[in-house]
């Protein structure tokens, strides 16, 4: 893993998908039916999976080109402007008439095990073809060992268009797939990885995923459906990687869970940003890990983000687990 900020590759991260305003608040525990809960601690926030990953990459000194819809209301800005101090491209976000911008309403118990009632609003606008003529023009331009990161937060057609305009140009693709629900073979067969959680994955494949064992059963499920390879987040914050030549698994390090918002695309750009680095896909992998487990010690998705030596400094603790097969 290379330890100097100075990139060894010139890849971009081009993110597509969701951009949303965060409300967040801490609760003392969830609420019963028809209760209602006092909360406390909080904060407006920028969120969406899409978005997430373009600040990470940015934050790890990557150029990071985001694609995606708000809407043309005062909640727009909240999203935009931490994308905008980070250095973020958004070229490729459109203001829809009409819309409100995407919302996300966020709670966090003691545990740090966040609950989200999310209104994708703008973000599920129809792509036009101004949006699909620049993204491609994007896709086109992308130097070498660029990745393309998409999620499930969105137009299906627009998804699709981007994995498949990825995949022709050579670009290799991260899939989130998220919700599970609106993810199709179609989707999985242009991922070169797809990066469920334990319940994406239980949805997607009909296997409860439970531990190392049933995370590999499961990924196989998704590469028997049409995925490059299966890169399975586990609730410890630990991943297993299953693709056609084996089975790699990356043990998480013990850190205190404050708050698990946006942790998993916090993985998915930190595997995205190790790619476009050119990295090794097991270096790669342990960018991802150590950024999903730097995104849980803080409140809050964006501000919890790491930059690349703390980031670095992590990666390099976390080693393969016992489960490898060679």
């Not at 999620?151 to 995949?167: I, T």
């Not at 459906?225 to 089975?247: N, T």
Request: glycine content about 12%.
């Amino acid at each position: 893993m290379h330890s100097r900020s100075q990139p060894s590759a010139a890849g971009v991260v081009l993110s597509v998908g969701s951009i949303n305003a965060d409300f967040q608040f801490r609760v003392e525990r969830r609420p019963e039916i028809s209760e209602t809960l006092v909360g406390h601690d909080f904060v407006r926030l920028g969120g969406g999976k899409a978005a997430n990953v373009a600040l990470l990459a940015a934050r790890l000194g990557r150029v990071a080109r985001l694609f995606g819809h708000v809407g043309d209301d005062e909640l727009a800005e909240q999203a935009l402007a931490p994308l905008r101090s980070e250095g973020v491209d958004l070229a490729g976000v459109r203001r829809v008439p009409g819309q409100a911008t995407g919302v996300a309403m966020i709670t966090v118990p003691p545990d740090g095990a966040k609950g989200i009632v999310l209104s994708l609003n703008a973000n599920d606008a129809v792509w036009n073809e101004a949006d699909r003529e620049t993204l491609s023009h994007a896709i086109a331009a992308a130097p070498a060992h660029s990745v393309l990161v998409a999620d499930g937060e969105m137009d299906a057609d627009g998804l699709q268009l981007a994995l498949s305009k990825a995949r022709a140009a050579g670009i290799r693709t991260v899939l989130d797939p998220s919700p599970a629900e609106r993810i199709d073979d179609r989707a999985l067969a242009l991922a070169d990885y797809v990066v469920p959680n334990p319940g994406e994955a239980g949805r997607l494949t009909d296997v409860e995923v439970e531990g190392v064992d049933s995370a590999i059963a499961a990924g196989r499920r998704l590469l028997a459906r049409g995925a490059g390879a299966a890169c399975m987040k586990l609730s410890d914050g630990g991943c297993v990687l299953v693709r056609g030549e084996g089975v790699t698994c990356i043990e998480p390090l013990g850190v205190e869970v404050v708050d698990t918002t946006g942790a998993g695309d916090a993985f998915a750009g930190g595997l995205a940003v190790g790619l476009a680095r050119g990295e090794t896909e097991a270096d790669a992998l342990r960018l991802a890990v150590a950024a999903s487990q730097c995104a849980v010690t803080g409140y809050g998705s964006q501000p919890a983000y790491p930059r690349w030596d703390a980031l670095v400094a992590l990666a390099r603790r976390l080693t393969l687990g016992p489960h490898v097969e060679r």
